[in-house]
């Protein structure tokens, strides 16, 4: 019995005492101290206050941020089946463009058969449609769409109505056949220009707002992304974009409008694709 509490004592002196001592020299749980009283374990409330949720759907690359900023809100619009928010910031120039796409507000089964239908169309892509005809490749899609996301809901016996699949088939075409997040601000008549600078992931796509200026959004394009839309427009414009060729100029056509594009890549921008 002595040789085995002289081990716990041992153990507990050399090792659990200096691991506990070096996580209280760490920074959140020297933050964290002065919330510990009457804390229950389980209780998630304390992380909220330190970690900011930045969170994506598995069918898209798109960081989000969904967390409402502290700060003056001076415009609330609707656009495009997205809802904005504008705020003046504390300690910041710009305002932030703080948009919710419907893509988020779907309901667990609806995000399930999405990413199932989304997976099945990059792993099954129709070869023989011409790339450059870009309205009738997203006919294509949305129909394919349209009967994948039906079949998977009858296959998983989920109840979804028709409007819901219809729903569903245009948030499929906008990552499969579309540009993603683009076109949720493409669709915001407001938004004069949007940029997305490198490095990608490390900070998020600007805009230049109508009646507020230049924005910064809640929308973090990652690399994936940018290696997504340089595909893209590589196919769609016929044109290379590498370090022979760092700029490609191109034009896209959305639903809701027609925007010019301006790519640029290693050496022009030495931080990667912009």
Do not use: W
Not at 62 to 71: A, D, E, F, L, Q
């Amino acid at each position: 019995d002595s040789h085995r509490r002289e081990l716990i004592e041992k153990y507990l002196s050399q090792v659990l005492k200096p691991i506990e001592k070096a996580l209280e020299n760490t920074k959140l749980v020297s933050l964290a101290k002065g919330e510990l009283m009457g804390y229950h374990i389980g209780d998630r409330k304390i992380y909220r206050k330190f970690f900011h949720p930045m969170t994506r759907p598995n069918f898209m690359f798109t960081k989000y941020i969904t967390k409402t900023p502290k700060g003056e809100l001076v415009a609330k619009y609707s656009g495009g089946g997205s809802g904005v928010e504008i705020f003046r910031m504390l300690n910041k120039v710009r305002p932030l463009y703080h948009i919710t796409p419907p893509e988020f507000k779907l309901s667990e089964q609806e995000y399930t058969i999405l990413d199932d239908a989304r997976r099945y169309l990059e792993e099954r892509q129709p070869h023989e449609l011409e790339a450059k005809d870009q309205d009738k490749m997203r006919q294509i899609f949305r129909d394919i769409g349209l009967d994948l996301l039906r079949d998977l809901s009858d296959i998983r016996k989920m109840n979804v109505s028709t409007d819901d699949i219809l729903k569903l088939s245009g948030i499929l075409t906008r990552y499969t056949a579309g540009f993603g997040v683009v076109e949720l601000l493409l669709n915001d008549p407001k938004i004069e220009d949007i940029s997305m600078n490198s490095p990608l992931g490390k900070q998020p796509i600007f805009i230049n707002h109508s009646e507020f200026g230049e924005c910064e959004t809640n929308l973090i394009p990652t690399r994936a992304d940018g290696d997504r839309l340089a595909t893209r427009f590589k196919l769609l414009s016929g044109r290379p974009l590498d370090e022979a060729n760092p700029v490609l100029d191109t034009e896209i056509r959305v639903p809701g409008g027609v925007a010019r594009v301006a790519a640029i890549g290693p050496r022009l921008s030495p931080e990667g694709l912009a």
